[in-house]
């Protein structure tokens, strides 16, 4: 079967297996393994009265120390009674003990670190404050002492033991939670009315589970290591076996019997060491990127991109010395419910040596898509196909490192959002020169003189302050002048700006746009345009290409297509676009009675 079309693929990968946090977590042999054992420990401990063989507290006084034998399976302890069935009663306390920790201590750390994080002020101040006295307070030291009023109540002596070591999630919970708060998600769920405990536990919560999930699971192995430390010491119940217990039984008669001391010693690190290899693949599946179907991609790839559908619209056969030449581009995504989303769908298009080609369309029509496949940008899990030349080098082809020879150096990006792609931890004149050194081998004198030569080329005032300042110091439409001039500091000779004006006001974004022409013109660079706004097309583009769900409808000369736009969609794009903007609707009048 050809696969052509996004329902096609969709079809085509439908039959794939979901993939998702369990599926994750229990393909890393480390997670299944220890997860069968502790399930069978768990089952053992829930039916040992039924399956242990002999009465845990029965004594044979010939088996006292004795070695395994057919009696007694595991051999007799220092008292004659059987091992094994202490070991399998002992389990049970050992995790009702175990889950009792776990509760406790991820109910109080988890809802005092939500709020503290959450509400701040005195809540935060009150919390933290109490918290760091409990970090303060030897835990074991209070359980002993705790042993005199409470006795040997394994439920309670845990549940303590759980308030002790509530903290380390407390303070990991809170962090997160404060940066987690400030998030423009949380704001507009703020915004959106949704009150404060359904904004903590649907979004905020759900942000800092993976960690929580680790942490907690790392306390569980905590709470039976201490837990077994505390009946070594005398301080379990004697009515009961406990592994503990068993182990300090064992450890009085160690050379009457070497082997006792194996067993509870088996028990306690098995189900200890399974639940840190369980938090440490769980960390794992929690941490790996979005999911992603390694059957399917291969699937997706192959068949659906490889056979990308015949490209809709006006595609332009390429000049032979064109700069750019993009054809059959396909780019998809794996979806996590086994289907696949094709965004871009046979994209053709080129750019010529020195021109400005205007990639339009509204939002989600796979412009930036298109952008990032040519810079080679694309997140991880997408799959793309089809071809980008750029000057006879086919790009989709290279390895990363030598798409990294290009980046930047012959074609580079200018970002839609100046600020955030600023490392704010770096000065701009940092930012600016150490790519110019790597790329261009200038020292660090040359590449400092070039860099204040650029900034005052973009139009920087006080190109020696800018150079030391950092971005927080500088203005959107600094920043922007900024990666302008490090876009155009190793003359590229092709620019993919990604709608450049879009977060700035509108008189800077007239003068950004000034000045892209006039460096263009200057440096004879071509430049590829993605924007939404035909009035950005007016103002610079030679050509342009109207995207629509992720196909090129139609591609001309910028005169033609105001003239006489031949798709439909364009039409519509076009005269809302004019109509929106009277000041834009003026410049593209004026434009096109010139030509
Ligand atoms: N990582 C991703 N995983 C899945 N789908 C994605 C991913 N990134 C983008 N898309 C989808 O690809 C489609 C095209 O996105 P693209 O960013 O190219 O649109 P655009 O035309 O540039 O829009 P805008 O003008 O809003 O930036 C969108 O529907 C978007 O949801």
Redesign the pocket.
Same mark, same amino acid.
């Given at each position: 079967m050809t696969i052509s079309t996004p329902e096609q693929v969709d079809a085509a990968v439908a039959e794939a297996p979901r993939s998702g946090l369990a599926r994750r977590f229990f393909s890393n042999p480390l997670g299944l393994v220890p997860s069968i054992v502790l399930a069978a420990i768990a089952v053992l401990s829930v039916a040992s009265p039924w399956i242990a063989p002999h009465d845990p507290s029965d004594t044979i006084l010939d088996q006292v120390n004795s070695a395994p034998n057919e009696v007694f399976l595991l051999g007799g302890d220092g008292s004659g009674r059987d091992v094994l069935s202490r070991l399998l009663l002992a389990s049970r306390l050992t995790l009702i003990g175990a889950i009792t920790v776990a509760i406790v201590s991820v109910v109080v750390g988890l809802v005092s670190g939500l709020l503290a994080g959450y509400l701040g002020k005195w809540i935060d101040s009150s919390l933290s404050w109490v918290n760091n006295v409990l970090m303060t307070v030897p835990s074991v030291i209070i359980l002993v002492a705790l042993f005199s009023v409470i006795g040997p109540n394994t439920v309670v002596t845990m549940a303590i033991f759980g308030v002790l070591i509530s903290p380390f999630l407390f303070r990991l919970v809170r962090t997160l939670v404060i940066a987690v708060k400030n998030e423009l998600y949380v704001d507009a769920a703020r915004v959106s009315g949704l009150s404060g405990s359904r904004i903590l536990g649907r979004h905020v919560l759900y942000a800092v589970r993976a960690p929580i999930i680790i942490i907690a699971t790392g306390m569980v192995g905590a709470g039976i290591l201490i837990q077994a430390g505390l009946e070594f010491l005398g301080l379990g119940s004697p009515s009961e076996p406990t592994w503990g217990g068993m182990l300090e039984d064992a450890f009085l008669n160690i050379f009457r019997s070497p082997l006792g001391i194996l067993w509870p010693g088996i028990a306690i690190g098995l189900t200890a060491g399974c639940l840190s290899l369980i938090a440490n693949a769980l960390r794992d599946a929690l941490e790996e990127p979005?999911p992603k179907a390694r059957t399917k991609s291969v699937r997706l790839k192959d068949e659906a991109l490889r056979r990308a559908s015949a490209p809709a619209g006006t595609a332009e056969a390429p000049p032979e010395d064109a700069l750019l030449v993009v054809s059959n581009l396909r780019?998809g995504?794996p $979806?996590a419910d086994g289907s696949a989303?094709v965004? =871009?769908d046979g994209v053709n298009l080129h750019v010529n040596k020195g021109e400005i080609l205007g990639l339009v369309?509204?939002?989600?029509?796979?412009? %930036? $898509? %298109?952008?990032?496949s040519i810079l080679r940008l694309?997140?991880e899990?997408?799959e793309f196909a089809g071809d980008v030349t750029f000057e006879g080098v086919p790009l989709l082809a290279l390895s990363e490192s030598e798409m990294q020879k290009i980046r930047g150096k012959r074609i580079a990006y200018i970002p $839609?959002e100046p600020m955030s792609n600023l490392d704010p931890t770096f000065t701009i004149g940092h930012q600016l020169t150490v790519p110019m050194m790597r790329t261009l081998g200038l020292t660090k004198k040359e590449a400092t003189a070039r860099a204040k030569q650029l900034l005052e080329r973009v139009g920087i005032a006080d190109p020696e302050r800018t150079f030391r300042a950092y971005p927080h110091e500088i203005s959107g439409g600094m920043a922007q002048r900024v990666l302008i001039a490090g876009a155009v500091s190793c003359e590229p000779e092709l620019i993919v700006a990604?709608?450049p004006t879009t977060a700035l006001d509108v008189t800077v974004q007239a003068e950004i746009l000034d000045l892209l022409r006039e460096l263009q013109k200057e440096r004879g660079m071509a430049i590829i345009l =993605?924007t939404?706004n035909f009035g950005v097309v007016a103002d610079l583009c030679d050509r342009v290409a109207v995207?629509q769900a992720?196909h090129i409808v139609e591609t001309n000369t910028a005169s033609e297509l105001f003239d006489r736009p031949q798709h439909p969609y364009t039409r519509m794009l076009l005269s809302s676009t004019l109509e929106d903007t009277e000041p834009r609707k003026q410049r593209v009048a004026a434009l096109t009675e010139g030509r």
């Open positions: 979005a780019v995504y $979806q989303r965004v =871009v369309g509204e939002s989600g029509s796979g412009k %930036t $898509q %298109t952008a990032f694309l997140p899990e997408a $839609q990604d709608e =993605v939404h995207m992720g």
